[in-house]
């Protein structure tokens, strides 16, 4: 059975059984992810027209269903609605991942967005009502910026397959610009960023970690595929135009974070902060290694950003824990929460024997393959640069001691153990073993 058929009817049936029975809805959810994965493992794409599964995206989408139902193993309560909207989601990213055509690119764009809208929309206060319309303004901005672009685009292609569309003249270069605006709304890239440091911060934190990772790695992806053919028509404006949005991204959100207190807000800059290291790799776009390193890059990033989230989520709910205050000797109170939380952000902060290590490696590489020796230069400062406020957050966990009146235990339910072993292994893993990304993009 097609694994779009499987997530989008898991996603439709889990509902059912919401009040009362969340553990069956959770069962049949981690069913549906586990035989959509062994069913693109077996390589079994979409069998539609415009659809292609080739060993790159094969890779990329085994990665996103793994994170998929380990994030989905960690709701609970009133989460409950997440999880037929994380199906949706995945059921989405396998579909844009796959296609080779622009059309279905747009239309597939603007489903995930209508879906991040929901995953949002899991309200609980005016704070998550707050962000959850932050990001549906900036949305309805990038939508109308990529419509626009689309249907100037359209009156000048004879066709919509990647292979075959018309970039030339001033008139696709405009067309293309402006989609392109919008695609930097939903990929945080300053300066379409201001929302989603408020959104990530205020909305549901298990909502938000699939809105900072899974989907920001998809659109990327997908993005670089759409306008590859359109990259290579003009080196030097790609040069300019995505290392320019590079430095400023990654500079800006460093710095943001470096000020912060709110927990939640120095991880949304942190995000912010990645995206940046994800246009190297398009600003390399002459390098042979440019697509495997934004591929690895996403591939770790997706592990790493999913735990740090999920990781606050379940520390936000079981001891209302937000600031760098709150989490002070973290390890006396929770020794698996401060583990897990440490690994991950010395992963993010690109420490070696990590995934976060080998794949900035990558994407720098192909940066310094192409030429572009200045902005890998500033990237690695900025890579430096981030250690300081992710070892700030693990000083507080292991070297602080707990404020008078919070030092009691905190558990993690066996969802969340799960969920976050699984994250842990594909953190450890790609950190060890590149062979599998290069075999997928290079055919090494």
Do not use: C
């Not at 991040?116 to 899991?122: I, K, M, P, T």
């Not at 405009?174 to 201001?194: D, E, N, Q, R, W």
């Not at 934004?294 to 591939?299: D, E, F, K, R, S």
């Amino acid at each position: 059975m097609d694994s779009l058929i499987i997530l989008i009817g898991a996603g439709l049936i889990v509902p059912l059984f919401f009040k009362g029975h969340m553990i069956i809805a959770k069962y049949i959810a981690a069913a549906a992810f586990a035989a959509a994965a062994f069913n693109v493992y077996m390589g079994n794409g979409i069998d539609m027209e415009y659809f292609v599964l080739t060993p790159d995206i094969q890779l990329m989408e085994i990665v996103v269903l793994i994170v998929l139902a380990a994030t989905m193993m960690t709701f609970s309560g009133f989460e409950r609605p997440l999880i037929s909207q994380t199906l949706f989601v995945g059921a989405a990213s396998l579909a844009i991942l796959e296609t080779n055509n622009f059309l279905m690119y747009i239309v597939l764009f603007e489903v995930i967005a209508i879906i991040s809208y929901v995953l949002a929309a899991n309200i609980r206060s005016k704070l998550n009502a707050e962000g959850a319309i932050k990001m549906f303004i900036a949305g309805a901005t990038a939508s109308g910026f990529i419509l626009m672009g689309f249907a100037m685009f359209a009156m000048i292609t004879p066709t919509f397959n990647y292979s075959e569309i018309s970039v030339h003249g001033n008139f696709a270069l405009i067309a293309f610009s402006i989609m392109l605006a919008g695609v930097f709304y939903k990929m945080t890239i300053v300066p379409m960023h201001g929302w989603a440091a408020d959104t990530y911060a205020q909305v549901n934190h298990a909502a938000a970690a699939t809105l900072s990772a899974t989907i920001k790695v998809v659109i990327a992806v997908a993005t670089f595929k759409a306008f590859y053919v359109f990259m290579i028509a003009y080196p030097t404006t790609t040069v300019w135009l995505f290392g320019f949005f590079a430095i400023i991204t990654m500079t800006l959100g460093n710095f943001m974070a470096l000020f912060q207190t709110k927990i939640a807000k120095i991880l949304s800059f942190s995000s912010i902060t990645h995206a940046g290291y994800m246009l190297i790799p398009f600003a390399a776009v002459a390098s042979i290694y440019s697509y495997t390193g934004l591929i690895y890059l996403g591939v770790a990033y997706v592990f790493m950003q999913t735990s740090v989230f999920l990781l606050l989520n379940d520390l936000r709910r079981e001891a209302h824990i937000k600031t760098l205050e709150d989490i002070k000797g973290l390890y006396k109170k929770s020794p698996l929460h401060a583990l897990f939380f440490t690994i991950q952000l010395l992963s993010l902060a690109g420490v070696p024997v990590l995934a976060g290590f080998i794949s900035k490696a990558v994407a720098f590489y192909a940066g310094v393959d192409a030429g572009l020796w200045p902005l890998v230069l500033i990237a690695v400062l900025n890579s430096a640069l981030s250690v300081g406020y992710y070892v700030w957050i693990i000083k507080h966990i292991y070297f602080d001691e707990p404020v008078a009146g919070t030092q009691a235990k905190i558990t993690m339910t066996p969802g969340s153990l799960v969920g976050q072993l699984i994250l842990l292994a594909g953190t450890i893993y790609f950190g060890i073993f590149a062979a599998p990304v290069f075999s997928a993009t290079l055919g090494l």
